[in-house]
């Protein structure tokens, strides 16, 4: 493993030496265009996935301050609902769905995705309008073709070949791209462009410049641009114009991965970076029912300033909350589960006396999870044990996840106590994906040294001890977990 990862740190050495050698005629040839323009690093992994950047209402009211004609502008999303393009934009981004493993009917409803499927973010709305700009100019054209609303980001239009018409559609458009460059983010190792290598362009469409250029881009967000649009001129290059026209101040790269939680010495205020976004906490419950004061990390105002604010995080874990419109939700880290009925609420255990008010926009960052109904089991999540193999799952409505590593019963399920049952009863929860750390906990294996943040989801190393400790983290926080367990998280950008 050691020859290993020297074998991978010459290799980047060899090449950031490489880079050089072949940047140096491109950067004239750029600075020729635009001395701000890098082909290298047109957006940042941060600019691509920050989903929760803009509201529903700040979609709406910038298309309407473009006076775009799609303001007004109505069509069929994804599954067939007629909403806005800015409730399609919002839901594609901030409300879609991960339905991989999951029996859907031939043609399903948003309601059986809501109520089967994950439902997850995707990337930021303020790319997906730059896209809609760059593809169909249909935030500043007063009066598209309708080819143009069909079309909408050129989803399935590959160059020089017929549209697929399967994702003909303003909504199928918008979302099919969104989960494209979600893969893109997700699987960049299943696609031809990918960061850190050297590939020729030769701009066959530029009107700017049409001549070949050599790039090596420098994250994956810029390497999803070219899997969309294999050319630096006009295409990508307007990505980099529009983006910085349409939104000058978001051009933010955070110091800090997502799920650290900062606070600046001598100020009480506790905050979560989400989505390159702060958020901050506005009680202790609401803190200390996702973390432990130990992950807390001092930095400078600054630092903390740089970050843009996100909404604030009002509630714990498993709280129960009621909407304006008398939905009751219960909380579970970033997704609101809505109960079916009052009934089902209360046959549950739950009493009335536990229901907080919420606001619809105290809950907008919320995504939409299962629906819980009269016949779900262990809402709130319990540790049962089978009496025949030993075997321990998580169980949360209806489902279990299986613990690969006893280490999870002393960190995250600590206040977990272990209820024994027979196979049978097991056998009728749905099996899912293992029990894993939650966003925001440093994990290194038994057999090797190197430290990794989970952040999004995803295992993020740290590029050296002189990272870890320039950042502020503890060594003594970190959990050394088995190799099987480590294994279940997809490898994220290393933290330098």
Request: charged residues 20%.
């Amino acid at each position: 493993m050691k020859n290993q990862k020297i074998s991978n740190i010459s290799l980047i050495l060899a090449l950031f030496s490489l880079s050089l050698i072949i940047s140096a005629p491109f950067v004239k040839a750029q600075t020729e265009v635009d001395p701000n323009f890098n082909p290298n690093n047109i957006i940042s992994d941060n600019d691509l996935l920050n989903a929760r950047s803009m509201t529903l209402a700040e979609i709406q009211n910038f298309l309407q301050s473009k006076n775009s004609y799609l303001a007004n502008y109505s069509a069929p999303n994804n599954s067939g609902v007629t909403k806005t393009a800015a409730e399609i934009i919002y839901d594609a981004t901030n409300r879609n769905f991960d339905c991989e493993g999951v029996s859907l009917s031939e043609s399903p409803t948003e309601e059986e995705k809501r109520l089967k499927c994950k439902t997850i973010t995707t990337v930021n709305p303020k790319f997906i309008l730059v896209l809609l700009q760059k593809e169909a100019s249909l935030i500043e054209d007063p009066s598209p073709a309708p080819a143009r609303l069909d079309w909408a980001t050129g989803y399935g239009c590959p160059d020089n070949w017929t549209c697929n018409p399967y994702y003909k559609g303003f909504g199928k458009q918008v979302n099919s791209a969104s989960l494209q460059f979600l893969a893109y983010m997700q699987e960049q190792e299943k696609y031809k462009y990918q960061a850190g290598k050297a590939y020729t362009f030769t701009n066959p469409y530029g009107t700017i410049s049409n001549a070949p250029m050599t790039v090596i881009p420098e994250n994956k967000a810029t390497a999803a641009l070219y899997n969309y649009t294999p050319h630096v001129f006009n295409g990508n290059y307007n990505v980099y114009k529009l983006f910085n026209r349409y939104f000058p101040d978001s051009a933010f790269v955070a110091a800090y991965p997502d799920g650290s939680v900062l606070k600046v010495e001598g100020d009480p205020g506790v905050w979560l970076i989400e989505k390159g976004q702060k958020r901050l906490f506005l009680n202790y419950s609401s803190f200390i029912s996702r973390f432990s004061p130990q992950q807390i990390i001092s930095v400078s105002p600054s630092l903390l300033d740089g970050y843009p604010v996100g909404e604030g995080i009002k509630f714990s874990n498993y709280s129960l909350v009621q909407t304006p419109d008398k939905k009751i939700y219960m909380l579970v880290g970033s997704e609101k589960r809505q109960f079916d009925s009052l009934t089902s609420f209360k046959t549950i255990g739950f009493n009335v006396a536990e229901i907080e008010n919420a606001s619809s926009a105290e809950l907008a960052g919320y995504n939409d999870g299962k629906m819980i109904t009269a016949t779900s089991t262990y809402v709130t999540g319990a540790l049962l044990q089978d009496i025949k193999t030993g075997g321990v799952f998580y169980v949360e409505n209806n489902t279990k996840a299986p613990l690969l590593d006893k280490i999870l019963l002393t960190t995250r399920f600590k206040d977990k106590k272990i209820v024994r049952v027979s196979s049978t009863i097991l056998n009728k929860y749905t099996t899912v994906a293992p029990a894993l750390f939650n966003d925001g906990t440093l994990l290194k294996t038994d057999s090797f040294p190197t430290v990794y943040l989970i952040s999004n989801g995803q295992k993020r190393p740290f590029a050296n001890e002189t990272v870890f400790k320039t950042l502020g983290y503890d060594l003594a926080n970190v959990i050394t977990i088995s190799s099987k367990l480590m294994s279940n998280y997809s490898q994220g950008d290393p933290i330098q």
